[in-house]
């Protein structure tokens, strides 16, 4: 069974451009979640989705947006992109999104944003 | 709100020694469920192991055992007899129950850095 899968593995942009990521979770797993890496402020929870709703949002500006697809892949967007977006950005998978579920997480996408 | 603190940030250990990392955590609910994760150089983050709030068993898997005492809201991880392929980052982590702000959602501790020397 396929991991799952985040794409590109590294980006590097400019600040003012915008990015898309791309998440593929594990077949059979409804529910996406993404989360940002940073040394200074560690994993933050960005957003879970299920069923092409977002269930749930952190504590991020509006410049950071997600979707989901049908078939449960996801895409999350950062505009206007700002030196301190650079960043691991980690997706996770699991059946359902609840609490008491483990997450298979994917590789990252590493940004950098010069 | 919740929070997990992850008091060392940094642990270096010789093989076969066992290690044990250490997790407080701060939640108002009663229901919650704790974690630990494990993320190695490539950069992915793999599940070790699930607690529930209402169980307070606490288990060995293989080499892995935790300690979960509700009293001290503490959630520590033990590795026994380590090996070098357990040098990775370390995550605490909590979330909440069904239909809380929290639910679905992880929060996680700073990590510990574990390198365990040959």
């Known amino acids: 069974k396929a991991g799952v899968t985040q794409t590109p593995r590294y980006l590097i942009k400019t600040r003012g451009q915008q990015v898309t990521l791309s998440c593929s979770p594990i077949?059979?797993?409804?529910?996406v979640s993404w989360y940002q890496q940073t040394p200074g402020q560690g994993l933050q929870f960005l957003f879970e989705?299920?069923?092409?709703?977002?269930?749930n949002k952190g504590n991020f500006p509006g410049r950071f947006s997600g979707r989901q697809f049908s078939n449960s892949r996801s895409e999350m967007n950062v505009s206007t992109l700002e030196l301190g977006d650079s960043a691991l950005y980690l997706c996770?998978?699991?059946?359902?999104?609840?609490?008491?579920?483990?997450?298979?997480f994917g590789s990252g996408t590493q940004l950098s944003v010069l | 709100a919740q929070k997990v603190t992850q008091a060392q940030t940094e642990i270096s250990v010789v093989e076969k020694e066992d290690v044990t990392l250490d997790c407080v955590y701060e939640?108002?609910?009663?229901?919650?469920?704790l974690f630990w994760y494990k993320q190695p150089p490539s950069g992915e983050l793999v599940f070790l192991i699930r607690?529930?709030?209402?169980?307070?068993q606490n288990e060995i898997s293989g080499r892995y055992s935790w300690n979960f005492q509700k009293s001290t809201s503490s959630f520590n991880f033990t590795i026994t007899a380590s090996q070098v392929v357990d040098s990775a980052v370390y995550f605490c982590?909590?979330?909440?129950?069904?239909?809380?702000?929290?639910?679905?959602?992880?929060?996680f501790g700073q990590g510990t850095i574990l390198t365990v020397h040959p």
């Open positions: 939640t108002r609910d009663t229901t919650y469920y």
């Open positions: 982590a909590l979330s909440g129950p069904a239909g809380g702000t929290s639910y679905g959602k992880l929060t």
């Open positions: 607690r529930n709030s209402f169980d307070e």
């Open positions: 996770a998978s699991s059946l359902q999104g609840g609490s008491n579920e483990k997450l298979f």
């Open positions: 077949s059979g797993h409804r529910s």
């Open positions: 989705y299920f069923s092409e709703t977002q269930r």
